[in-house]
C-alpha cells in the first residue's frame, strides 16, 4: 500500500558530511509525520529525528547542531544532511512514515540504508 525507499547511506570518514533521502510511494491521502531511525550493531533501535507535516521537527540529543531534517510535501521526501559524522553515527538508518488514507492510519518503515563512519 504504501512504500518507503531510501537513498545516500555509504561511507564516509570522520568529520564529512552524507545526505540521507526517503520518498513515500503507493496508495494514501497524505503522510502526517516522518523521521529516521537507527540500529547500531547489538544496540536497539533509536530515534535520530522526526518532522511534522507542517514542518517542526525533533532531534535526539546526540544528534543536535549535526543533523538536519527536512521535508518537501509535493514529493513526500525527507532529506536527513547529516554533518560533523562521528564513529559512533554508524548504523543501519530507517526511514519512518505515518500515512492516512482509505485503511486509516498506518505506520511505515523503510528498509534501511547504511552509514559507516570511519575514524
Known amino acids: 500500500q504504501v512504500q518507503l525507499v531510501e537513498s545516500g547511506g555509504g561511507l564516509v570518514q570522520a568529520g564529512g558530511s552524507l545526505r540521507l533521502s526517503c520518498a513515500a510511494s503507493?496508495?494514501?491521502?497524505?503522510?502526517?509525520?516522518m523521521g529516521w531511525y537507527r540500529q547500531a550493531p547489538g544496540k536497539q533501535r533509536e530515534l535520530v529525528a522526526t518532522?511534522?507535516?507542517?514542518?517542526?521537527?525533533n532531534y535526539a540529543d546526540s544528534v543536535k547542531g549535526r543533523f538536519t531534517l527536512s521535508r518537501d510535501n509535493v514529493k513526500n521526501t525527507v532529506y536527513l544532511q547529516m554533518n560533523t559524522l562521528k564513529p559512533e553515527d554508524t548504523a543501519a538508518y530507517y526511514c519512518?512514515?505515518?500515512?492516512?488514507?482509505?485503511?486509516?492510519?498506518?505506520?511505515?518503515w523503510g528498509q534501511g540504508t547504511l552509514v559507516t563512519v570511519s575514524s
Open positions: 519512518n512514515g505515518n500515512a492516512l488514507g482509505t485503511y486509516g492510519h498506518l505506520e511505515v
Open positions: 503507493g496508495s494514501f491521502w497524505m503522510i502526517n509525520s
Open positions: 518532522i511534522t507535516r507542517g514542518g517542526i521537527t
